[in-house]
Structures are given as structure tokens and as C-alpha cells.
């Protein structure tokens, strides 16, 4: 697909429409979360997982998109501390500014920039990192913040429950030719469900009158994802690695793609500051395409 942001777009507003209809269930994008939660996410590390290969040459972009995940960390604590938000919100600052929408945004734009061989190095950002981190840490954050007590057994009880995790284990421990030829095809079919399902979801939970955005909480969030995180591997690559090459650029593209659809899926459902996670990776993916073409002509002055 040449251009996978109208798609998202128009289920995105669909979705606002549908809002509309007396006959659409008002929790109909609960059931929506749940599904994805239950059937494509599983399926997309089910299929993913068995065949990465992890090698010394790949490690940067793998990496990168760890690194801003920890640094997101930092900074959501930090921001809620300036600002004084809510627990919730610095929960959703982490998992939907920390993630970014690496694979159905990114693959086709990196692959519409910069050639189909961008997507090799794309891959490592996406799956052993933005995907691995959403598996793992991501649910680990959830389940975290969306209790009011520090009570550990009930977030490993969490944790354990969440298919995603329990898939991902499952997966480290199948060798790569179970995963092939139809049942590889069926899970790919499955997984390519999930974007779009969770855009249509944002929109019918989306809140209409635009008075119900909080901005100074939105634009804190945005300005990490776009703006800061792919600086700070910008400047670690080019100013103090002084490395460069096609591997290092798409690497800070996927760095500044906007904030991951999935993250904002898992926010909703543990109630991590839900108007928020609707509103990141929405609008976030409208102000994403200006500061991609800027990041694309910085690079290119490099």
C-alpha cells in the first residue's frame, strides 16, 4: 500500500461517525481491544518471533528503539513532576511515546523514501525492538501503573494472563520451519488485522468536541516522539558515534515515526489516562508527516 496513512485516516474517522448510530454499541471498541489483544497480536509474534536473526552488524537499530523507550521513562516522570499529572498519564506518556508505529507506517513510508532495502534494517528497529519492548516491558508498565497499590503479585498474575506475553514466551522456544509456507501466510493474514482495527477503535472512542483535548498533555507527549527521541539518536549516531551510511538513517526515520497504535490499545484497556492514548497516535500520525520530511532533509545534509 502506497500510502498507509489514508487508510488509517478514514478508519480512524469512520470510527468518529460510526459515534453517530444509535444501533453501534457504545463499548463496541472494548470488544474491538479485546480481540486484538487476543487474536492478532498473538499472531504477529507468533509469526515474527521464531524468525529473527539477531547478529552483531544489526544491534544499533535494535538498540535505538530501546534506548528511547528507557529515556522515555525518565522523561515522563520528569514532565509529570513539572506539570504535576496524574500517575495515569505518566504511564501513558511511557507506553504510547516510548513505542513507536514502526511497522504499518513506517515499513511503506521508509519503503516510498528510501527503496524497498530500507525495510532490512526497519525490521530490527520494529520487531526485536518496538515490538519485543511492547511484549515485554510494555504490558510490565501497564499492569504497573493501572493498580494503585505496589502489589507484585497481581502484576505478575497480570502479566501471565496477557496472551501476547504468554505467546511471546511460547514463541523463543519454536524453531523457525514450524512457523512456515501456509501457517506463516494465515498468521501474516491475521496480524495485518491489527492496525486498522485498533485506528477504527480510537475513533469510537474518540471524544468529538475538541474542548475535551488536554494540549499542554498532548503536545508534551508529541514533542518527546517526533521531536526529542530520534534527536537523541540523531546526535549519539552522527555527532558521537560519527557513523554514517543507509543503516543509521533509517534508523532515526523509524525513531521519529509517531507513536505506536498498540500501545495506546493496551493504555486504554488497563484505563492509563484513555483521552490521552486516543489522542497521541491519531492526531500524532497527522503532525508526523511534516517532521518526517524535515528529519529526511536534515539527514540528507549529513
Known amino acids: 500500500m502506497q500510502h498507509p496513512e489514508t487508510l488509517l485516516i478514514l478508519l480512524f474517522f469512520l470510527g468518529i461517525v460510526a459515534q453517530f448510530f444509535s444501533f453501534v454499541p457504545k463499548d463496541l471498541y472494548h470488544k474491538i481491544n479485546k480481540f486484538i489483544i487476543f487474536v492478532p497480536l498473538p499472531a504477529i509474534t507468533l509469526s515474527k518471533i521464531p524468525h529473527l536473526p539477531i547478529t552483531p552488524s544489526v544491534m544499533f537499530p535494535i538498540a535505538s528503539a530501546w534506548i528511547i523507550f528507557i529515556v522515555s521513562i525518565a522523561y515522563a516522570f520528569l514532565v509529570s513532576k513539572i506539570f504535576k499529572f496524574e500517575r495515569k498519564t505518566t504511564a501513558c506518556f511511557i507506553l504510547c511515546c516510548g513505542l513507536g508505529n514502526t511497522s504499518f507506517v513506517g515499513y511503506p513510508l521508509l519503503k516510498y523514501l528510501y527503496g524497498e532495502q530500507s525495510i532490512q534494517y526497519a525490521i530490527f528497529v520494529d520487531q ?6 511492547l511484549s515485554t516491558f510494555g504490558i510490565l508498565t501497564a499492569a ?20 501476547p506475553f504468554l505467546v511471546f514466551i511460547l514463541a523463543l522456544f519454536i524453531p523457525a520451519h514450524f512457523i512456515e509456507g501456509k501457517t506463516l501466510w494465515t498468521l501474516d493474514l491475521i496480524g495485518k488485522c491489527m492496525v486498522p482495527l485498533a485506528m477504527l477503535s480510537l475513533g469510537l472512542q ?8 488536554e494540549w499542554k498533555k498532548f503536545f508534551t507527549g508529541i514533542f518527546y516522539k517526533l521531536i526529542l527521541a530520534p534527536l537523541l539518536i540523531f546526535i549519539l549516531v552522527f555527532i558521537f558515534l560519527h557513523k554514517r551510511g543507509e543503516m543509521y538513517t533509517i534508523t532515526v526515520m ?37 517532521t518526517l520530511f524535515l528529519w529526511k532533509w536534515i539527514l540528507m545534509q549529513f
Not at 474518540?206 to 483535548?213: E, L, S
Open 128 to 133: 526485536p525492538g518496538s515490538f519485543l519492548i
Open 144 to 163: 504497573y501503573f493501572s493498580s494503585s497499590e505496589y502489589n507484585y503479585k497481581q502484576m505478575a498474575e497480570r502479566l501471565f494472563k496477557f496472551p
Open 206 to 213: 474518540f471524544k468529538r468536541n475538541i474542548k475535551d483535548i
Open 254 to 290: 523509524e525513531c521519529a515515526m509517531p507513536p505506536m497504535i498498540t500501545s495506546s490499545i493496551l493504555a486504554t484497556e488497563y484505563e492509563l489516562d484513555e483521552n490521552l492514548a486516543a489522542y497521541l497516535p491519531t492526531f500524532g500520525l497527522l503532525l508526523s508527516i511534516p
